[in-house]
């Protein structure tokens, strides 16, 4: 049987590596992760040591899935779909990463909860909504900057390395290109008003991560073009 997620990731691994060259940048600092999210553990097993990194979405589905999980890989789970603040506790037990923090309340029950676990330094990620669609989570970037400020002052246990975001639900390649380069300048302003490197930058998904690339993006995270359709 082909083993269609290992060829899926090879041809992905390819792609990154063309998006790189062509916009100078050094391939060493991108990172693919596997987005296994409605998929069955044995399928991201398969993905799990050609991954750099799992995401997942949901907090009772990854916790499921840990109990499912007889591998040795050490591959780090990230947090990437909308956090409640109820699922905040567990969120924190199951991931190695919450890149979805986008309101000073979250931050500061996820810094409370570190201070009862004893956990003194947690990393996180702001989720920014570039796009400005109301479907979509994240700090708007306007508050970026005021709520990053807080998160330092108030969460102490919160390590901020990054900012993630996602693309606008639109095929033109041009307005694509500009939310993923506006998050990139967001972060370089951030970065020189804070002294934080957030040097991480979650953007880019299976239809633009080729985009994200050449706009910045240091962690690309592909579900469909990886595992396949999700069955909706
Ligand atoms: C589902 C999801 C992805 C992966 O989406 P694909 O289009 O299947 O690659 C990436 N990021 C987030 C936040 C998601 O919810």
């Not at 109820?86 to 990463?97: H, P």
């Not at 330092?152 to 390395?161: A, T």
């Not at 900012?163 to 290109?177: A, C, K, S, W, Y």
């Not at 991560?209 to 595992?227: C, L």
Request: glycine letters at 6%; charged letters at 30%; aromatic letters at 4%.
């Amino acid at each position: 049987m082909v083993d269609f997620i290992a060829e899926n990731i090879r041809e992905i691994r390819d792609k990154i590596k063309s998006a790189a060259k062509r916009s100078n940048r050094d391939i060493s600092e991108i990172r693919l992760m596997g987005v296994s999210k409605t998929h069955p553990v044995a399928d991201m097993l398969s993905a799990a040591a050609k991954v750099d990194i799992l995401g997942e979405n949901k907090v009772q589905e990854a916790a499921d899935k840990r109990l499912n999980w007889f591998s040795e890989e050490k591959t780090p789970w990230h947090l990437i779909g909308h956090l409640q603040r109820n699922k905040a506790r567990k969120a924190l037990e199951v991931f190695d990463l919450i890149e979805t923090v986008d309101s000073l309340n979250l931050a500061r029950m996820l810094d409370r909860i570190l201070a009862e676990t004893d956990k003194s330094e947690y990393p996180v990620y702001l989720e920014i909504n570039m796009s400005g669609e109301l479907t979509k989570n994240g700090a708007v970037p306007q508050e970026a900057a005021h709520l990053l400020e807080m998160v330092m002052q108030y969460c102490p246990r919160l390590s901020v390395e990054g900012l993630m975001t996602i693309g606008p639900n639109i095929e033109d390649e041009v307005e694509i290109r500009k939310s993923f380069e506006g998050l990139r300048i967001l972060r370089d302003q951030l970065s020189s008003v804070s002294g934080l490197s957030l040097k991480e930058l979650s953007m880019g998904m299976s239809t633009d991560y080729e985009i994200a690339i050449e706009e910045g993006s240091t962690i690309v995270r592909v579900g469909t073009g990886i595992f396949g359709a999700r069955p909706e």
